[in-house]
């Protein structure tokens, strides 16, 4: 069956890029997510990547996707304070139901 | 940008009551879900919903779970008779086409007491 992968935590210096790393192991998937909730909130979508490309810019956020390696990672730059939440990665099949990752909770550093 | 939307926020009900889940998807959203998040755990997929009927259901999604679209407008998720490990947040999704990306609600967070 499909799993996602996460490392759990994460900490990064205020300024620094943030990667969040993520595995995955049905390669048929159609979209990948990242997906971030901030304590008590719901799950907001940052950005998604259809899984033909490689790679996806928006803003501070970069996607990229590794098929061959089943890996996907969230690149945050300029890390903010703001930042600070739980990121999940999830993939999904055509319109069928969504997989979710873990969850990698990001700590910022002052 | 047009949103789901999830009410209430909170519920809070009696082991063994029944609750009511509503979500108002966006308007030309054709394929819905319902999640849950457990406190600490992963989202997980209870149930998927197009033309009318349910297309999948998880393993979670036993008899006390029912889903509806009452009226063109609204889906609901129905909990018949509650119980504690039914605690958790639950969100609702929506898609258009078959491709097409999924966007989430904000989730009701229900606590069973």
């Known amino acids: 069956g499909e799993d996602v992968e996460q490392s759990l935590f994460l900490s990064v210096r205020e300024g620094d890029s943030s990667v969040i790393n993520c595995t995955y192991t049905?390669?048929?998937?159609?979209?990948l997510y990242w997906y971030k909730q901030e304590p008590g909130a719901g799950l907001q979508l940052l950005t998604y990547i259809f899984s033909n490309m490689d790679m996806k810019q928006d803003q501070r956020l970069t996607v990229l996707l590794n098929k061959k390696d089943k890996h996907l990672s969230l690149r945050i730059a300029d890390t903010q304070t703001g930042d600070s939440a739980i990121y999940f990665c999830?993939?999904?099949?055509?319109?069928?139901?969504?997989?979710f990752g873990t969850g990698t909770r990001l700590t910022i550093i002052p | 940008e047009p949103e789901v939307t999830q009410t209430p926020s909170h519920q809070v009900t009696q082991m063994g009551q029944e609750v009511i889940l509503r979500c108002v998807p966006i308007s030309n959203h054709l394929y819905f879900y319902w999640y849950r998040q457990i406190l600490g755990q992963k989202v997980e997929f209870l149930v998927s919903f197009y033309n009318n009927e349910i297309s999948e259901k998880s393993e979670i999604f036993d008899d006390q779970f029912s889903v509806e679209r009452p009226d063109g407008s609204n889906f609901t998720l129905k909990i018949r008779s509650t119980k504690l490990e039914d605690s958790a947040m639950y969100f609702c999704?929506?898609?258009?086409?078959?491709?097409?990306?999924?966007?989430f609600g904000s989730g009701t967070q229900l606590s069973v007491l």
């Open positions: 999704a929506g898609g258009g086409d078959k491709y097409e990306k999924l966007f």
């Open positions: 999830a993939e999904s099949f055509g319109n069928e139901k969504l997989t």
């Open positions: 049905d390669s048929s998937s159609t979209y």
